[in-house]
């Protein structure tokens, strides 16, 4: 059985149709790409997964189970993570509470004992922040554990969100667009992230505009266009089909 299992999948905005009678299946462990023009539906693709929107129909199965319907927060405790195209950190606090939130989200916390700060809290916290700390260091950020997050450059804030969704401990961890934004020296740091990441047991989804990079990491391709999938298959099925390379990839991809 598929890890995520996708069927008939549609939503529309208005008259937009942005995602049409979508189907893929992702096995655990892959590291399987969306990629496609600019408003192709990859976002969301994304946004009906992780429990964002509600599709119009179709049927989305993790591990199995229906999960359409489910909120966003009961997601995050049955093993799905995201990051954002746009970042989504608070810029208040610092570097290391970001990912500590990860964490929060993931566990049960008991507002009264929060209040009356328990002892068994407070040792949990500490045990929170050291495991974010770590997180931090895995992602690449082992020197900014006590930065504020506001003195942190853009590509650290998008490995800094990789290691707060990291922290909900998922089985699927969805990145959109994870080198948007950086340096072709950043993306290959981002790049060997994503595959540690799968090789930690993670599955991987990704959207990606940086199609060396797709080629590179991914297992499975899904290539969306207005809303449809194209194709769906290996890298070098994709590269090889004559669709993809006329509406997106171009003569020399
Ligand atoms: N909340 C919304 N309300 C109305 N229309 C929307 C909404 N979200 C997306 N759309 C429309 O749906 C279509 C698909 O958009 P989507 O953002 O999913 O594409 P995308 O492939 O992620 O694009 P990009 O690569 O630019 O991020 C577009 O025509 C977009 O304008």
Do not use: W
Request: with cysteine; proline share 5%; net charge negative.
């Amino acid at each position: 059985m598929p890890l995520l299992q996708i069927s008939n999948l549609s939503k529309s905005f208005g008259g937009v149709h942005a995602v049409q009678d979508v189907q893929f299946s992702v096995p655990a462990g892959v590291i399987f790409s969306v990629i496609g023009p600019n408003g192709a539906g990859k976002t969301t693709l994304f946004n009906l997964i992780t429990g964002i929107y509600t599709p119009d129909t179709g049927s989305i199965r993790l591990d199995g189970a229906e999960i359409v319907g489910t909120p966003t927060s009961a997601l995050a405790a049955l093993g799905i993570a995201r990051t954002f195209q746009n970042l989504q950190i608070c810029m208040n606090m610092s570097a290391l509470e970001n990912v500590m939130v990860g964490a929060h989200l993931r566990l049960d916390r008991n507002p009264l004992k929060a209040a009356l700060r328990l002892p068994s809290l407070v040792s949990r916290d500490r045990e929170l922040a050291d495991e974010a700390a770590e997180l931090m260091a895995f992602v690449g950020l082992k020197d900014q554990v006590k930065a504020q997050s506001d003195s942190l450059a853009y590509g650290m804030l998008k490995r800094l969100e990789i290691a707060r969704a990291l922290a909900l401990k998922p089985k699927l961890i969805f990145l959109d667009e994870p080198a948007a934004g950086l340096n072709p020296r950043e993306t290959d740091d981002v790049a060997d992230l994503i595959r540690h990441i799968s090789e930690s047991g993670i599955t991987v989804v990704l959207v990606e505009h940086d199609m060396k990079m797709v080629m590179k990491l991914s297992d499975r391709i899904l290539v969306m266009d207005y809303g449809k999938t194209l194709i769906e298959g290996t890298p070098e099925e994709v590269r090889a089909n004559p669709e993809v390379i006329a509406a997106y990839l171009g003569a020399d991809a």
